[in-house]
């Protein structure tokens, strides 16, 4: 018998309960299942409150890039409520979303995918470490490893940043509907630009030249984990007193042609989900025959896409290259960089003053949606209103996209894609090889939120 079957169970270092299930065919990933074990379930808690909560509980999402959540659900109240925006709010607004930006991405280049390529030290916590494919010299192995440690510092540095203007982190409280209720005092900017400042030397002298040794010491790896060139953005850091200009503009790219996005086009299928449909919604159904996962399968235009890093330096121009494991990590690395100089820039355009807010009491839609790109990728939130509470609302986070399970003609999710197909050269290289492509994603499968009973049956009744 040729086809073995093989449990990656769990995916680690990550955010979030992943489990990834394989077909082994000699030698080649024949088959593979992403299994996301977290049921989200925000859209239950926000039901029937106060509209303006969404900024608040959402953040509760995730903890580890929260602020995006607040930030969508800031830019959904803004329509909702017909806010105008100043220059000096959306300047603090971009910035504390570029610190929770960059935060993810050094965290994610050194804590989860650099122990996929260099030798740690054999101490807590990397103590019997799996790495059989380890290339680097002596010399640069223990540069990296240094520069590891140091990234522990240049990541605080950026919640620093963030909490300057957003009072803390995770969860922000200032980053609101109708602008930043923290003012921008001369003393924060200026704290501010010391904070950037060695943040943009880190990722200068550090994540650009240690992204390149790694893409030249393992350039195999420009050919694995490839997926079909459709990616997608919505474009990000909005300017304008209305949110309608990004900064970096969205779009979708296919071979190479580049539309702009269409929101009617998104769709979901759940096929292959734990979730049934239930008078017009999906209801959790965890012993669902078939299905393998609580993500459902995500589609634009009836297709699976890819979202994150690569899809915006791919659309914007700023990168050139493929669709594999390490143009996904070359990708993030250099947005890393950019980001830091685009906060420095708008550190230099802020004016220090009061607190660049003004909320206007009255809505003035019922429904709305807000769509930007965030650290891994697209985030839309959608509401309906009854009055001025929550009657239905929806999210869709980025590993919806690149974690989508096959649909009902089955077509396969980003993440499924890119290891179907994988040849393992070492039976003992499994987890090395398919773990480096599925982290070269950034996973975050904490977009679930789920609610058990003592039997671990996913309940219905929510717990506040």
């Known amino acids: 018998m040729t086809k073995k079957r093989i449990m990656f169970s769990p995916v680690t270092r990550l955010s979030g309960l992943l489990s990834v299930e394989i077909v082994m065919d000699r030698g080649r990933v024949s088959n593979a299942n992403a299994s996301g074990t977290m049921y989200r379930g925000i859209e239950y808690v926000m039901k029937d409150r106060h509209v303006t909560d969404a900024v608040y509980m959402t953040q509760r999402v995730c903890g580890i890039c929260s602020l995006a959540h607040g930030a969508v659900a800031s830019y959904l109240l803004d329509e909702l409520y017909d806010n105008e925006l100043s220059e000096n709010a ?12 960059l935060q993810n991405h050094i965290r994610h280049f050194y804590f989860f995918s650099l122990p996929d390529y260099a030798k740690m030290p054999d101490q807590p916590p990397f103590q019997g470490q799996n790495l059989k494919d380890g290339r680097l010299s002596v010399q640069d192995n223990a540069r990296l490893v240094e520069h590891y440690f140091r990234s522990v510092l240049a990541s605080q540095e950026c919640h620093q940043l963030l909490t300057l203007f957003g009072g803390k982190a995770p969860n922000q409280h200032s980053f609101v509907h109708g602008g930043v209720a923290v003012a921008p005092t001369a003393d924060k900017i200026n704290q501010a630009m010391a904070l950037i400042g060695n943040v943009h030397r880190f990722v200068k002298e550090c994540i650009i030249p240690d992204t390149e040794l790694i893409s030249r010491v ?65 209801l959790p159904a965890p012993h669902k025959p078939g299905a393998y996962t609580y993500i459902k399968a995500m589609q634009y235009a009836g297709q699976p896409i890819e979202v994150g890093p690569l899809a915006r330096m791919l659309i914007n121009g700023f990168y050139r290259g493929g669709t594999s494991t390490m143009d996904r990590i070359n990708a993030r690395s250099l947005e890393t960089l950019l980001i830091t100089e685009l906060v420095i820039e708008w550190l230099g355009k802020l004016v220090s003053g009061p607190p660049p807010i003004q909320q206007k009491e009255r809505l003035v839609r019922e429904q709305a949606v807000a769509a930007t790109d965030v650290m891994r990728g697209t985030l839309l939130h959608g509401v309906n209103l009854r009055g001025e509470n929550v009657e239905k609302y929806k999210i869709i986070t980025p590993s919806n996209w690149n974690f989508s399970p096959k ?58």
């Open 407 to 464: 649909d009902n003609k089955g077509q396969l999710g980003p993440v499924e894609a890119a290891l179907i197909g994988t040849v393992i050269p070492n039976p003992d290289l499994v987890n090395t090889v398919l773990g480096r492509i599925i982290r070269s994603f950034d996973p975050c499968i904490n977009c679930g939120t789920h609610v058990m009973n003592a039997k671990g049956d996913v309940t219905h009744k929510i717990i506040i």
């Open 90 to 101: 959306q300047y603090l607004r971009n910035i504390m979303l570029a610190a929770d930006f």
């Open 218 to 282: 393992y350039s195999d790896y420009f050919k694995l984990g490839q997926t079909p060139k459709r990616l997608l953005s919505f474009g990000m850091f909005r300017l304008g007193s209305k949110n309608q200009q990004n900064l970096w503009q969205g779009g979708v790219l296919t071979g190479n042609q580049i539309s702009i996005p269409n929101l009617q086009l998104i769709s979901e299928d759940v096929t292959n989900s734990w979730y049934l449909p239930v008078d017009g919604e999906t």
